[in-house]
């Protein structure tokens, strides 16, 4: 038999590109993004996960359709936006997560300098193991998580999470806020892209006035990010602005979701947004906020009533946070609040998967004594867990297992919160926001 010369030889035999984690539920996942017409602040800008056709061992097949994690202008907006931080440290972050911070503060201003060949030499080009305008399935009408992203983050930042939920039969809306607090975004006017970089608070102005503006224009966004679900599963027009437009079909989503008990979720400051929405828009019927970052709304006097869960990292559990988040655990029904031993603040997003690098990691706040891999593992589950009780659905065993498993990882605070509260004597609070 004549052998087929190596430059020849099928690139089905090539191992995939650099990739985050496959999720762990049976479907592989597809997505499309989607940028309604309009300024910021009347448009909307979504990166939809959703349940393909395919069975989840197909995901690696069909590599060819995966994204990039970040191009090149976000790396830079990540970039910045940490420049920012430097510059002026924000009540959100837990300083001792970073290490060598002073040092680095001396070099910042040149920390864009490069950073992208920097990226590369360090991770490579990173995809993620999503399938773009994969065919969704038909097998069932799909429920809905509309994910609102933290500070300095972006519609794919926690493209671990989404993916996750969505191979276990949901579709993500994960918007991508314009407000200024994330990393970059942009509009589109005629074709051509505008930026909109992060916005840095300057010594005149109070935090709290810039974030709690920046809080009612993410909850607009989050509304707009619901009122487009319902247009797609109605069958409804959709004008696309966006250059790749062409490659993606919405109308797949007409009749595919099961709108009417639809969930929000969001990190550090989306947990801050989902806590208002779920106050000011009863169509979310319960809220799972991971590390919420409740300084942006400490004078605003809400009172969700849907269920919510309260998923936090070990290093955000200082004793201001918790009691913010007590005020919205008593006195309602179907109300938690867990913790993940040695976990961080910045464990739920897909950077710590991607960095191998410790010291990358200490410098830059992402070192977990919990692997991060199982941190996001936990945190799906208890999401999942949460979700399907509240919507009446059946519990997947092998997610009851796996976090009965693990529950000496988990810290479940009582209704009033006071399981926490005796944790947090033990332990060294480093950042008290």
């Known amino acids: 038999m004549k052998k087929i ?111 992208t060949h920097v990226w590369k030499f360090l991770n490579g080009k990173v995809h993620i193991p999503i399938l773009k305008n994969a065919p969704i399935s038909t097998e069932k009408k799909w429920p809905v998580i509309v994910f609102s992203h933290g500070m300095g983050c972006n519609r794919f930042a926690y493209s671990r999470i989404c993916t996750d939920l969505a191979s276990h039969g949901f579709v993500v809306a994960a918007t991508e806020h314009r407000d200024g607090s994330g990393s970059l975004s942009f509009t589109m006017e005629g074709g051509t892209k505008n930026w909109i970089p992060h916005r840095r608070i300057t010594d005149a102005e109070k935090e709290y006035t810039v974030r709690n503006q ?11 990010t619901m009122d487009l679900v319902l247009k797609l599963n109605n069958g409804g027009d959709c004008a696309n ?50 590390d919420g970052w409740l300084f942006p709304l400490k004078d605003e006097e809400i009172s969700p009533t849907q269920p919510i869960v309260f998923i936090n990292t070990e290093s955000f559990m200082n004793r201001q946070n918790i009691n913010r988040m007590k005020m919205f655990l008593t006195g309602i029904k179907d109300r938690r609040m867990v913790f993940i031993k040695g976990s961080v603040h910045q464990n739920h997003i ?84």
Not at 214 to 224: D, I, N, S, T, Y
Not at 251 to 274: I, Q, R
Not at 395 to 409: C, N
């Open 5 to 115: 010369p190596f430059w020849r030889k099928s690139t089905e035999d090539a191992p995939p590109p650099t990739h985050l984690p496959l999720p762990t539920g049976p479907h592989a996942v597809g997505y499309q993004d989607v940028m309604t017409p309009g300024p910021a602040d009347e448009g909307i800008f979504v990166r939809f996960y959703y349940p393909s056709i395919y069975p989840l061992n197909e995901t690696i097949n069909k590599s060819e359709l995966w994204p990039i994690w970040a191009d090149d202008d976000y790396l830079i907006g990540f970039v910045k936006f940490m420049q920012a931080v430097l510059a002026k440290w924000p009540s959100w972050a837990p300083r001792g997560e970073f290490m060598y911070i002073d040092q680095i503060s001396y070099i910042a201003p040149l920390m864009h300098l490069g950073c």
């Open 214 to 224: 920046q809080l009612h224009f993410r909850v607009a966004e989050v509304k707009r």
């Open 241 to 290: 602005v966006l250059k790749e437009a062409a490659d993606y079909d919405v109308s797949m989503f007409k009749n595919s979701m099961e709108a009417s008990e639809p969930v929000l979720a969001g990190h550090s400051y989306g947990g801050a947004t989902t806590l208002m929405a779920l106050a000011e828009d009863h169509r979310f019927k319960q809220g799972l906020v991971l």
């Open 350 to 433: 897909d950077a710590p998967l991607i960095f191998k690098s410790g010291i990358i990691k200490k410098i830059i706040g992402m070192q977990s004594d919990t692997d991060p891999v199982l941190v996001l593992d936990l945190n799906d589950k208890l999401m999942l867990h949460f979700i399907w009780t509240n919507l009446g659905m059946e519990l997947d065993k092998d997610v009851v297992q796996f976090l009965e498993h693990h529950e000496s990882v988990l810290i479940e605070a009582s209704d009033d919160g006071q399981k926490s509260e005796e944790y947090l004597t033990e332990s060294e609070i480093t950042q008290e926001n």
